[in-house]
């Protein structure tokens, strides 16, 4: 079966602190994709990030930037210099090219920008 | 390019009733996702159509169905709501498979069962 796990329910920092945002995907699946989404408070889901499982490089796209780990089975994102506009509900996600070929969601982290 | 379209964006519905939604994939999409938003299960999976067909299904009962006409467009239909189906739920295209292609969703559909 897969999963994905982000542990971190909610999260606040104040602006321009940098936050990571954990995580945790469990698959059988040698070939598989991992995503990231935001959600901001509209409810339209944002794609941000799309990773395949024989591509271990790190990613940078601005202020974000991704660390993708098969050793520890870990997806995290950093937002670097955060900022109000960064608030919003992140989800991690995972699919498998064999087995359930169904997309799974973590449960997302709420993450709160103070100004 | 337009981005993924649904109607109607807020719906109030009985229990009993049936619901319609409708989805229209980003142009040259050929697969439609479902999913269903709620606080307490978060989002799941309800199926994927792709060039009409249905490839997989989430676990949800009967009375959940879809259907993807020729033109890649998407309806999902409840029958007989639940106060439990009151939801937000998203489409999502994709070129290829969902389980492959990276998805773009659609704003949603929040439904409301009273």
């Known amino acids: 079966a897969q999963k994905v796990t982000q542990a971190q329910t909610e999260i606040s920092v104040v602006e321009k602190e940098d936050v990571t945002l954990d995580c945790v995907y469990e698959?059988?699946?040698?070939?598989?994709?991992l995503f990231w989404y935001k959600q901001p408070p509209s409810g339209e889901l944002v794609f941000l990030i799309r990773?395949?499982?024989?591509?271990?490089q790190n990613e940078i796209s601005g202020r974000y930037s991704w660390n993708f780990q098969k050793s520890t089975s870990s997806f995290n994102f950093t937002i670097t210099a955060s900022q109000v506009v960064d608030s919003a509900v992140y989800f991690c996600?995972?699919?498998?090219?064999?087995?359930?070929?169904?997309?799974?969601f973590g449960t997302g982290t709420k993450l709160q920008v103070i100004p | 390019k337009a981005g993924v379209t649904q109607t109607p964006r807020y719906l109030i519905k009985t229990r009993g009733q049936q619901v319609t939604l409708s989805c229209s994939p980003i142009?040259?999409?050929?697969?439609v996702s479902w999913y269903q938003q709620t606080p307490g299960q978060g989002l799941q999976f309800l199926f994927e159509?792709?060039?009409?067909?249905?490839?997989n299904k989430g676990n949800f009962p009967g009375r959940f169905s879809g259907r993807q006409f020729s033109n890649s467009r998407s309806e999902m239909n409840v029958s007989t709501l639940e106060l439990g189906d009151s939801a937000l739920y998203l489409c999502?295209?994709?070129f290829g498979r969902g389980s492959t292609d990276t998805q773009y969703f659609g704003p949603g559909t929040r439904l409301t069962v009273l």
């Open positions: 999502a295209s994709s």
């Open positions: 698959t059988r699946d040698t070939t598989y994709y």
């Open positions: 990773r395949n499982s024989f591509d271990e």
């Open positions: 996600a995972l699919s498998e090219a064999g087995g359930y070929q169904k997309v799974t």
């Open positions: 142009s040259g999409h050929r697969s």
């Open positions: 159509y792709f060039s009409e067909t249905q490839r």
